[in-house]
């Protein structure tokens, strides 16, 4: 039984924009896609159902470190694995562990052989290896799992960057070889850093281990947003037609357009549930910080070209109310808006694919919102 594959079905005349659908063993999905992520097992302030019933989500991330540490991955694997431990239906995506071990510069030492880190919970030490990382995501279970790399930061040296991509793809290896579980997609990872030509050979150098999809890391780091593109743009007449490609991090409206028209399928980000729970929401008018003093009287829905449950029942006042008084359910609500704006906003790019208009929606929405 083949239980991944993808295929391109609409490709767009103006740009590598493209829409496709992606098999994994708990459902189709189509693409371009947001993921909302769930990093310990849960979506912050979302229940499961609303994921499918209000923010309309085809896939969630979850993420290797967080669970490896709580609850860990023999318990998740007792319940079932991480669908049934979180009562979710539809596809996983786990990240290998390697961001988060790597962000906590101050808390680890890279070798070759792998990574020795502190737990910034409680201090112990661990040690992650490729296999590890494999591991620990075979038994959570996820439908597509990542490759263990190196994520260099911002601003390194290229003498650095390279002795990274060298570490990176060498791990590749020896996840492709660890991983046999045909029921999980492996995603290799295209670092490089800042670097074009470092970029371009990482691509070529992880084909052969991508069957289905690869992602891009190491992007939306710290670098200015043209940076970003400038990479994507490097890379974007380079990748292969029959493969999925996830931009690994990236989730803000401006930047899921743009990266659609580079060609990319797939992206997640924490920032639509984080700042919802600061109070500030995406809308079609641009951003709206509800807990202003101006919306103090403001009884108009949030957003009246948004279909989600907050905006057909709430107002501007009364979430203003919810956030001032710390009720929590000003974040669920906020949370629900958020996700649902970039889930619709994937299907407005659809659209606008399907069309041939997809240049004209960029500038026609970049004027109308302001992102």
């Not at 947001?34 to 969630?60: C, D, N, W, Y």
């Not at 990240?95 to 409680?122: C, E, M, P, R, W």
């Not at 069957?211 to 743009?233: A, C, H, N, Q, R």
């Not at 710390?326 to 399907?354: C, F, M, P, V, W």
């Amino acid at each position: 039984m083949k239980y991944f594959d993808f295929k391109v079905k609409e490709k767009s005349s103006e740009c590598y924009a493209r829409i496709g659908e992606l098999k994994t063993p708990h459902g189709v999905i189509e693409t371009p896609v947001f993921m909302p992520v769930g990093t310990q097992a849960t979506v912050k302030a979302v229940e499961p159902r609303e994921l499918t019933s209000e923010v309309h989500a085809q896939i969630i991330l979850s993420n290797t470190y967080h669970l490896y540490l709580r609850p860990t991955a023999d318990l998740v694997a007792k319940a079932g694995g991480l669908h049934k431990f979180m009562n979710w239906n539809g596809p996983i995506l786990t990240d290998s562990g390697g961001f988060q071990v790597f962000s906590l510069a101050d808390l680890n030492k890279i070798t070759d052989n792998g990574v020795h880190f502190k737990s910034h919970l409680d201090g112990s030490s661990h040690f992650f290896t490729p296999e590890k990382s494999m591991e620990v995501q075979n038994k959570l279970g996820s439908d597509i799992i990542m490759a263990f790399d190196e994520c260099s930061t911002y601003g390194v040296t290229k003498p650095y960057a390279v002795d990274a991509l060298k570490r990176t793809q060498k791990w590749l290896e020896r996840c492709y070889a660890y991983q046999q579980n045909p029921k999980q997609m492996l995603f290799p990872i295209v670092q490089g850093n800042f670097f074009a030509d470092l970029r371009l050979k990482a691509l070529k150098d992880i084909l052969p281990y991508a069957k289905v999809g690869f992602s891009i890391g190491g992007l939306s780091v710290g670098e200015p947003k043209p940076l970003m593109y400038e990479m994507l743009d490097v890379l974007a007449p380079n990748y292969p037609e029959d493969k999925a490609r996830y931009l690994m991090g990236v989730g803000s409206p401006d930047c899921i357009i743009e990266g659609v028209i580079r060609g990319i399928d797939m992206f997640d980000c924490v920032l639509p549930t984080r700042i919802a729970r600061n109070g500030t929401a995406f809308t079609s008018k641009g951003k709206v910080v509800v807990k202003n003093g101006k919306y103090k009287e403001d009884f108009s829905t949030l957003d009246d070209e948004c279909d989600c449950y907050c905006c057909k029942n709430f107002t501007k006042a009364y979430l203003r109310h919810l956030f001032n008084t710390d009720e929590i359910l000003g974040a669920q609500l906020l949370s629900i808006h958020n996700l649902r704006y970039l889930t619709h906003l994937t299907e407005q790019i659809k659209q606008a694919i399907r069309e041939y208009r997809l240049l004209e929606f960029r500038q026609e929405y970049l004027k109308k919102t302001g992102y």
